[in-house]
Nanobody
Framework: QVQLVESGGGLVQAGGSLRLSCSAS????????VGWFRQAPGKEREFVSA????????YYADSVKGRFSISRDNAKNTVTLQMNSLKPEDTAAYYC??????????????????WGQGTQVTVSS
């Protein structure tokens, strides 16, 4: 019954902002690790940002550090990715992912057990 659903994608101009949200059923985000990944056509799925198991630490890919921020609302059981200063190279399908097992590989897609369907982000120049 585990389900992750992303929302908030869209089309924006370079320099603009978007806020993506991930809602969960069957999981409690406050007690598991949650991450965001993205995948552009013809490219491998790429790490974007993540919480560690329990939410004690946050991680960002170098390509988004300083522009994106990850947060969670435990009461609503949602995780948000705020994306600012967007660039055309940020264009991709963005996926929410979660895991309940410990792993040092927070930036590896293979470490995550559950995935949402993705939401498209397109940044025009």
């Amino acid at each position: 019954q585990v389900q992750l659903v992303e929302s908030g994608g869209g089309l924006v101009q370079a320099g603009g902002s978007l806020r993506l949200s991930c809602s969960a059923s069957g999981l409690t985000f406050s007690s598991i690790a949650v991450g965001w990944f993205r995948q552009a056509p013809g490219k491998e799925r790429e790490f974007v940002s993540a919480f560690s198991l329990g939410g004690g630490n946050t991680y960002y890919a170098d390509s988004v550090k300083g522009r994106f921020s990850i947060s969670r609302d435990n009461a609503k059981n949602t995780v948000t990715l705020q994306m600012n200063s967007l660039k055309p190279e940020d264009t991709a399908a963005y996926y929410c992912a979660a895991r309940i097992r410990r792993s040092r590989n927070y930036d590896s897609a293979s470490s995550y057990e559950y995935w949402g369907q993705g939401t498209q982000v397109t940044v025009s120049s």
